[in-house]
């Protein structure tokens, strides 16, 4: 009954549009294509615990005292030295919990709508003649989201110089979101927690972890790759004062130069630095974030990951019996494939790590936020990032904003991973205490030349503590 002279000729054009584009990802070069997929991650083989973490610091003090006496009083000092910290910064948290709190007001307050009731206000029936408004009203709110964050801190060797600076940070961060009650895990990613008389003899040893449950086509998770349970604020305040004098400990230990014993302070070796295995620890992140969220009740997680550098790229894939076939190389064309949510990721060149935060987002929905603590020098800086940006002139713009404000806000997710990206200048990284008295002498200078001074002191005490303040803003 149509009246089209030839059904046979019609033809679809969103078909042939599908056709078309099916046909332009066709690979039909001599390259191999290779795909990997993200592994289940046993959390259990690869977290080391806050209490392991503290076995470690008291074996090594136990191990050093009877050689330098000194180390009896090492985490005493530790303890102190933490109280005197806390004591410096108190004003800074409480202001910044302040904004904190304001900045949620601000949020709910946005949230909240006026509602009659449909009951009779016996303060406004003598208005009846005149208004038709007689009801009482409700104010009803909206259910805000709660937050919690999970941090993930790069414990490489090139982080030796701003290792110190950055637990002071890690040490505000904790203080602030234990203050706010945002619940938060920190945990140090790390490829030297190993027994130097097992088979790991060797730090070039990548020998990769077997799971109980892997299959075929598993890209796989470096052996010596671990994850330092560092602070939580899951345990009672006893026992997180007691994590952070440890933690304490460590910064000490960094800041006299790791190795210098008589200090009284020095690295334990299966605490010390390394490589930089952040895709494992990405790959980690998309079991640990569900536990994290499951266990605080949290509807959004803020996972950060701070680090200097990129991972490594190289991968091999597990062919059901051994690690063999590499992934990624270069050579070939290769592909990341999500098991969960079936998406694949194509890998351009050898930087794999943005995909994979990218698999992290898709599977869990969290908000990712990078600390990426930059060298202030200018040729160095080149160097070093020229990677984040399209060209030199956007590297150099970005390196003038972070000389002229300590960081500058780095915003390319779909390049980077990161929702933000904080580039920290790593002289900018030392927290400041608040008792430094201001340098203003009253009989020299007019109140203009004085209040600017203060200004200006205040505001170099702040600019010490980006990560933290960027970090409240990111959170409320």
Not at 102 to 129: C, F, Q, W
Not at 182 to 188: C, G, W
Not at 224 to 237: D, E, G, K, W, Y
Request: proline share 3%.
């Amino acid at each position: 009954g149509s009246d089209i002279e030839n059904p046979e000729d019609l033809e679809s054009k969103t078909q042939n549009a599908f056709d078309k584009r099916v046909e332009s990802y066709l690979d039909d070069s001599d390259t191999p294509h290779k795909y990997g997929k993200i592994p289940k991650v046993e959390v259990e083989k690869i977290l080391v615990s806050m209490s392991d973490v503290h076995k470690v610091i008291d074996d090594h003090i136990e191990k050093h005292k009877e050689q330098y006496s000194i180390y009896e009083e090492s985490l005493d000092k530790a303890r102190i030295s933490f109280g005197k910290f806390r004591s410096e910064q108190k004003s800074l948290i409480s202001y910044l919990a302040k904004e904190f709190e304001m900045r949620k007001s601000a949020d709910e307050h946005k949230r909240t709508k006026v509602a009659r009731t449909g009951i009779l206000n016996p303060n406004k029936l003598h208005a009846y003649k005149f208004s038709e408004d007689l009801f009482l009203r409700n104010n009803v709110v909206t259910d805000g989201k709660n937050h919690g964050f999970v941090m993930f801190v790069d414990w490489s060797g090139s982080m030796d110089p701003n290792m110190a600076n950055t637990l002071d940070q890690l040490t505000l961060l904790a203080l602030f979101c234990k203050k706010v009650n945002i619940p938060f895990d920190v945990f140090a990613f790390s490829d030297q927690y190993y027994d130097r008389d097992a088979n790991l003899r060797s730090y070039s040893d990548l020998s990769c972890r077997r799971f109980d449950k892997m299959e075929v086509g598993d890209i796989g998770i470096l052996e010596r790759f671990h994850l330092l349970h560092l602070v939580s604020s899951t345990v009672s305040t006893a026992k997180f004062n007691e994590s952070m004098t440890y933690l304490r400990y460590l910064r000490e230990s960094f800041a006299g130069g790791r190795y210098y014993t008589y200090s009284g302070y020095s690295v334990p070796v299966k605490l010390g630095t390394g490589g930089t295995p952040l895709n494992e620890a990405i790959i980690s992140a998309m079991e640990i974030v569900p536990l994290f969220q499951k266990k605080n009740n949290v509807q959004i997680v803020n996972t950060i990951f701070l680090t200097d550098g990129a991972g490594g790229a190289t991968r091999v894939l597990w062919d059901g019996e051994n690690f063999s076939d590499h992934f990624n190389s270069g050579y070939e064309k290769s592909t990341i494939v999500d098991p969960v949510t079936k998406i694949h990721y194509n890998i351009e060149g050898y930087m794999d790590t943005p995909h994979f935060f990218h698999a992290l987002k898709e599977r869990t929905g969290v908000r990712i936020a990078g600390y990426y603590i930059a060298p202030a020098r200018k040729r160095t800086f080149s160097n070093d990032c020229g990677w984040l940006f399209n060209d030199w002139e956007e590297t150099d713009n970005h390196h003038k904003a972070m000389t002229k404000d300590s960081y500058v806000i780095v915003k390319n997710e779909e390049k980077l991973g990161y929702e933000e990206l904080y580039i920290l200048s790593n002289k900018k990284l030392a927290v400041d205490s608040e008792e430094d008295e201001l340098n203003i002498d009253p009989n020299t200078m007019t109140q203009a030349k004085m209040k600017n001074a203060f200004i200006k002191n205040r505001k170099d005490k702040f600019i010490s503590k980006t990560m933290l303040s960027k970090f409240a803003e990111f959170v409320s």
